[in-house]
């Protein structure tokens, strides 16, 4: 009554097709190596290159409330008085090799590592400080009207991004 010849109806699942699996993993591998090379080919140069290279000063939460021009502007500023951007990005990577070599080191020096990172984080804070004072010109320089356009903008913003479980205070009238 089992006999495997007769109970063989069911229709077979088909077997795991490597190739499929190998072209689809290729094709993967192709669009991330174009997407890293184009990324690399579109990213150098231009005249705009130190503003480019400015705008990951970050200027927190006002990045999203600024028009382009406004971001345009501060990063104008950011590289003016920043001429050696390059160099400011080879000290943040270095900051982070001295982490990097304080957590794999044996005997493992937890002042070593604390070092590092007070090194970073102080330059970085520095880097927060330009940042905000460059901001903060900017913005004294506003109209009254500009600046209630970058508070209801900085509103905005806040509402696509809640993070908070308390909201902003309303904008008075």
Known sequence: MNDPKTTSLQPQKPAFRWGRLVLIVSLALN??????????????????????????????????AFSERDRKELRKTYAKANPNIRAERQQMRDDLRAVLTALRAEPFDVEALRGALKAGAARIEARQAQGQAIVLDYLTKMSGAERAEVANQLEKALKRHPREANPPPPAPE
């Open 31 to 64: 669009l991330a190596v174009a997407g890293v090379v184009g990324g690399a080919i579109l990213g150098r140069g231009g005249p705009d290159r130190n503003g480019l290279a400015a705008r990951d000063v970050g200027f927190g939460m006002f990045n999203e």
